[in-house]
């Protein structure tokens, strides 16, 4: 058997030789979410061209949320996915394993009806939320900042489609959802307030998006190795051509850009040279333990496994 230092020189010989064979490439089944940041990574390697030069053969499959994608990982029906910082209680919790940091965003907001201009003035309000996403971690950190819990709120568990539907309707006063839903419900709404935002809580607590794999695949180093390779080359792609990843990313949705564009410029954007830095410091371990822990304060899982045993930091950084 070959051991890690010979498997990732094989693959940086492959590299080199261009892409191969279709015979030779392989089949990854991967999941995305269809707003800018949870589609473009894998919109830039199809446009690119960069799973073939990896040597793989990636079969895109679409869902609404991380949660589900987790299901389908342990069904069998996937072998790697992205998911929302809001879904990390899922990899802590033993239910797949993080091998590679998206970006660090800051697209999630708690927002409210006019007329409500703080997160107290939602005590005994109806509040919308898609559970177990990072707009139901924001709403958490949102209500605890403000000395209030869950139960000050009358929370409405819905996806995100229909938040956009109730609140524009006015059949909820407030909401933890993210953009581009939020421009959504803006061409309804726009004088709603925004109460909190991700980046409120930097830089004592990021909320990384992430790719994932499952359990299943997770003995499998070599393709691993491949998918962190055509993460890499797609992130740097997106952070030095920030425009042209935009076009690429709506033309692969089939939507228009415009709200993509409002949605890209919300995330800081470490390049993959920085994240592995990162990893290699500790810096990445540490932002997943603060969010496994979080999770655990806020009752949504017991005893969180440390990062080290879900983020397979050392196939990134090598």
Not at 129 to 151: F, H, I, N, Q, W
Not at 201 to 222: H, L, N, R, T, W
Not at 251 to 256: A, I, N, R, T, Y
Request: overall charge negative; cysteine-free.
């Amino acid at each position: 058997m070959l051991n890690r230092r010979t498997l990732l020189a094989a693959v940086s010989m492959a590299a080199l030789t261009g892409p191969a064979l279709a015979a030779d490439l392989d089949k990854i089944r991967m999941g995305y979410i269809a707003d800018y940041f949870g589609t473009s990574m894998a919109a830039i390697a199809t446009d690119q061209g960069l799973w073939e030069k990896h040597g793989l053969d990636a079969d895109l499959k679409v869902f609404t949320n991380g949660p589900i994608q987790v299901q389908a990982l342990n069904a069998g029906s996937l072998d790697f996915a992205y998911i929302g910082p809001g879904a990390l209680w899922l990899p802590a919790s033993g239910q797949a394993k993080v091998i590679a940091v998206n970006a660090l965003g800051y697209t999630d907001r708690v927002i409210a009806q006019p007329g409500i201009s703080s997160i107290a003035e939602l005590k005994g309000k109806t509040v919308g939320v898609p559970e177990g996403t990072s707009g139901d971690m924001l709403l958490r950190l949102a209500l605890k900042e403000a000395g209030m819990t869950l139960d000050d709120v009358k929370i409405v568990p819905m996806d995100p489609s229909t938040v956009v539907t109730a609140f524009g309707s006015g059949q909820i006063d407030a909401a933890g959802i993210w953009y581009p839903f939020v421009d959504v419900i803006k061409k309804r709404i726009p004088d709603l307030a925004e109460l909190s935002s991700n980046e409120d809580f930097f830089p004592e607590i990021a909320f990384p998006s992430s790719f994932i794999v499952s359990d299943e695949k997770a003995g499998d180093d070599a393709v691993i190795v491949k998918v962190n390779a055509v993460i890499k080359d797609a992130i740097d792609f997106r952070r030095e051509n920030p425009e042209q990843s935009v076009e690429i990313t709506a033309k692969f949705l089939g939507v228009p850009a415009e709200p993509l564009l409002a949605e890209s410029k919300l995330a800081r954007l470490p390049s993959s040279e920085e994240l592995e830095q990162l990893t290699a410091e500790g810096n990445v371990t540490n932002w997943f333990d603060t969010l496994a822990g979080l999770y655990a304060e806020f009752g949504k899982i017991e005893n969180p496994l440390p990062a080290s045993d879900f983020y397979l930091g050392e196939l990134y950084t090598k």
